[in-house]
Every structure is written in structure tokens, then in C-alpha cells.
């Protein structure tokens, strides 16, 4: 039913977290190359800087919350749709802000499919 990819990055260029226009512009590109399909998006910037942006997506969503005063924000890709897909954008997202320090947290959705697979063997 669905992958959810929760990570955190620490050691981000500060300038390329500052502000909606450098973030939505490295994420435009992203959910386009991960062949993600966006219904609609919001961002909001902080003051004095930092930014809180959110993508829904056929899919289900993308959203980044960030603190260039520390170098750090985190992300979340969630998707029903090609896991390949979500796995895509995380990894461009690696690519893009290239952290000095990483964690990655996966879920992998799917009880509906396993109650619904052993309902009908019965």
C-alpha cells in the first residue's frame, strides 16, 4: 500500500535551506526527475529564515521542514504509488543538499494487503 520515507539532514549549506525560493527550486526538480505527480504545493518562509514546504502528490506527499541556523532540516516522501519512485527522490534529496550527517527511517505500508490476501486464501 505504500512506502514513507522519514529522514533527517544535518550539515546542509545553510543558503540552500534559507529560503522558499532556493527550496522550492531544488524540490520542483526532484519530484519532476522522480516522475512524482504533483495536485498542488504550499510553502511558508520563516523570518528571519527557514522554511516549511509541502507537495500533494497523486501519490500521497512530500513535505520538508527546515533550520539553516543549524544546519539542518527534515523531509518526508510518502507514496502509494512505484516505491521505486519515492526511493528516486530520496536520493536526489541526498544528492541535492548533500548532508554531512544522514538518518533515514522506512515504513513500508501494507496491512490492508496482507488482511486482504489471507482473507481470500480462506
Same mark, same amino acid.
Given at each position: 500500500?505504500?512506502?514513507?520515507?522519514?529522514?533527517?539532514?544535518?550539515?546542509?549549506?545553510?543558503?540552500?535551506?534559507?529560503?522558499?525560493?532556493?527550496?522550492?527550486?531544488?524540490?520542483?526538480?526532484?519530484?519532476?526527475? %522522480?516522475?512524482?505527480?504533483?495536485?498542488? $504545493? !504550499?510553502?511558508?518562509?520563516? +523570518?528571519?529564515?527557514?522554511?516549511?514546504?509541502?507537495? #500533494? *502528490?497523486?501519490?500521497?506527499?512530500?513535505?520538508?521542514?527546515?533550520?539553516?541556523?543549524? %544546519?539542518?532540516?527534515?523531509?518526508?516522501? $510518502? !507514496?502509494?504509488?512505484?516505491? +521505486?519512485?519515492?526511493?528516486?527522490?530520496?536520493?536526489? #534529496? *541526498?544528492?541535492?543538499?548533500?548532508?554531512?550527517?544522514?538518518?533515514?527511517?522506512?515504513?513500508?505500508?501494507?496491512?490492508?494487503?496482507?488482511?486482504?490476501?489471507?482473507?481470500?486464501?480462506?
Amino acid at each position: 500500500m505504500g512506502i514513507h520515507i522519514i529522514v533527517e539532514f544535518l550539515g546542509v549549506e545553510p543558503e540552500k535551506i534559507s529560503l522558499v525560493k532556493n527550496v522550492k527550486k531544488i524540490l520542483d526538480n526532484i519530484v519532476k526527475k %522522480s516522475k512524482l505527480n504533483v495536485i498542488s $504545493y !504550499s510553502f511558508h518562509q520563516f +523570518k528571519p529564515f527557514g522554511v516549511s514546504g509541502f507537495y #500533494l *502528490l497523486r501519490e500521497s506527499h512530500l513535505s520538508i521542514h527546515t533550520w539553516p541556523e543549524y %544546519s539542518y532540516f527534515t523531509a518526508d516522501i $510518502y !507514496s502509494c504509488g512505484d516505491e +521505486k519512485n519515492a526511493m528516486k527522490a530520496f536520493e536526489l #534529496l *541526498l544528492k541535492e543538499f548533500s548532508p554531512k550527517v544522514m538518518k533515514k527511517r522506512i515504513i513500508r505500508y501494507g496491512l490492508y494487503e496482507k488482511a486482504k490476501n489471507s482473507s481470500s486464501t480462506n
